[in-house]
């Protein structure tokens, strides 16, 4: 089967670190992804890992380790405006298969 | 942005009506997608495409068809409208190079079936 599990809630104050973790078991395996969703609005591309070690982009890091079916994002430096849903998803072997997503953990940041 | 426009952006529909959804884009893209999100699923796959006339199903499919007679457009659509799919549905459509392809979204379509 196919599952891909993430916390459904996190919150976070302005400034600080947080981690969204995400853990998969797919058949088949051609890359993680990650997405953030604002409240109405379309889901935009952030990061992907398709080998094991971490991506840094900016405020936002993402981190894979295949044999452990993990990854997680790490978000620094929290601001108000990154409020909002994380989706992770995994893509299978098939050239342009859809992606097969974990139902999102929404990040609430106070000040 | 990946050039991809969805329409109508809202709609409401009787039960048992017939119901189209379309997706556009300018970009030449090969793969095309329909999801469906609704709170608590995520995004769950209904159809994809992958080039004119080339479509298949996906994990949500019943009670949905899809058409692509044209690069550019890819249209969903209800033949029967039920409840169950009041939903938002999002088109996305995969860009860049092979097993890399990265998957873009349109702005989304929400539906209310009464």
């Known amino acids: 089967g196919q599952n891909i599990d993430q916390p459904t809630e996190m919150t976070a104050t302005e400034g600080a670190i947080v981690q969204i973790n995400c853990t998969y078991q797919?058949?088949?395996?051609?890359?993680l992804f990650w997405y953030q969703q604002h409240a109405g609005e379309a889901p935009t591309f952030l990061s992907y890992?398709?080998?094991?070690g971490l991506e840094e982009k900016g405020r936002f890091s993402s981190f894979l380790s295949r044999s452990k079916g993990y990854s997680y994002l790490l978000l620094k430096e929290l601001q108000m405006k990154d409020s909002a849903s994380y989706l992770c998803?995994?893509?299978?072997?098939?050239?342009?298969?859809?992606?097969?997503f974990g139902k999102g953990t929404t990040l609430s940041v106070s000040s | 942005d990946a050039g991809i426009t969805q329409s109508p952006r809202h709609k409401v529909t009787e039960t048992g009506t017939p119901v189209t959804l379309r997706c556009h884009q300018t970009?030449?893209?090969?793969?095309m997608y329909w999801y469906r999100q609704d709170p608590g699923h995520g995004l769950r796959l209904i159809h994809y495409?992958?080039?004119?006339?080339?479509?298949d199903k996906g994990e949500v499919s019943d009670g949905y068809s899809v058409s692509r007679s044209k690069t550019e457009d890819f249209l969903l659509t209800l033949e029967s409208a039920t409840s169950s799919q009041t939903s938002v549905y999002f088109c996305?459509?995969?860009?860049?190079?092979?097993?890399?392809?990265?998957?873009?979204f349109g702005p989304g379509t929400r539906l209310t079936v009464l």
């Open positions: 998803a995994v893509k299978s072997l098939r050239e342009g298969t859809a992606l097969i």
């Open positions: 797919t058949s088949g395996f051609n890359g």
């Open positions: 890992n398709v080998l094991d």
């Open positions: 970009e030449n893209h090969r793969y």
């Open positions: 495409s992958y080039g004119v006339k080339d479509t």
């Open positions: 996305a459509i995969a860009a860049g190079q092979g097993r890399t392809d990265t998957q873009y």
